[in-house]
């Protein structure tokens, strides 16, 4: 953390990121209730859950575009709550939304400068990124709408860490990908994990998620219902079917 931060140290704890009952609200509606989850230094964690469990929210809450209204986000051992997002970005935090955020008018070189600006990283550091993104650099000079969805997906996800990110929040990034393009993905978050950048992923395609995940964890109506590894999900179906809707 830098020397700038001055929010209050956290309880001692060995995660990188560490939720302790957040409780988020739309209005009048308590989306979050209660969730409370971690991620270690270079592990993977998939959050897991039907649609409108609340995974959306959890990461949105995580990094501040969604305010919580209780609990506590902790990163790096500081409290991270009321940081603007910007800050908890800058701080090694790399955010993918379910969007991909990519703007149809600029070119990928265009995109990866303005995160390289962000970040105050280098051209050896964009360099770095794109030997794991060999699609991406055949395409520098494409505009975004020139873009697959696929490669709208690499430069979202290149563009994150570009930064340095010590940890890689990722929201749906096989949603809507031919199943050989999903692959693609996985294997190049696989990639991202060696690494040891650790990953907090979203994901409706359970077999990539529990491919990628060291633990998991599974939502509903806003109120985590399990957290374990995959084979400890595995060896309980009635919460993968009650849950996720698959035997």
Excluded at 31 to 52: F, I, M, Y
Excluded at 126 to 138: A, G
Aim: charged share 25%.
């Amino acid at each position: 953390m830098s020397q700038a931060a001055t929010a209050a140290q956290a309880p001692a704890t060995d995660a990188l990121l560490d939720v302790r009952e957040i409780h988020t609200y739309y209005g009048d509606s308590h989306v979050l209730q209660g969730v409370t989850l971690d991620v270690k230094p270079g592990e993977c964690v998939a959050l897991l859950g039907r649609n409108g469990a609340g995974k959306t929210t959890t990461l949105r809450s995580i990094v501040s575009l969604t305010p919580v209204r209780r609990g506590q986000v902790s990163f790096g051992g500081f409290d991270i709550t009321r940081w603007p997002t910007h800050r908890i970005i800058r701080e090694g935090i790399g955010y993918v939304p379910e969007d991909r955020g990519i703007f149809s008018s600029l070119s990928v070189r265009e995109h990866l400068d303005v995160a390289m600006w962000a970040g105050k990283q280098t051209a050896e550091r964009r360099d770095e990124v794109l030997k794991i993104f060999p699609r991406i650099s055949e395409r520098m000079e494409h505009f975004g709408q020139q873009l697959s969805g696929g490669e709208q997906q690499m430069l979202s996800i290149a563009r994150a860490l570009l930064t340095k990110p010590k940890l890689l929040i990722l929201d749906e990034p096989s949603e809507g990908l031919a199943p050989i393009i999903v692959d693609e993905v996985r294997d190049t978050l696989k990639e991202v994990k060696g690494t040891g950048t650790s990953i907090l992923l979203v994901e409706q395609n359970v077999a990539m998620a529990l491919a990628l995940a060291d633990r998991v964890v599974v939502l509903s109506q806003g109120m985590v219902q399990f957290t374990g590894t995959p084979a400890e999900l595995e060896a309980q179906p009635q919460i993968k079917d009650t849950y996720l809707g698959i035997a």
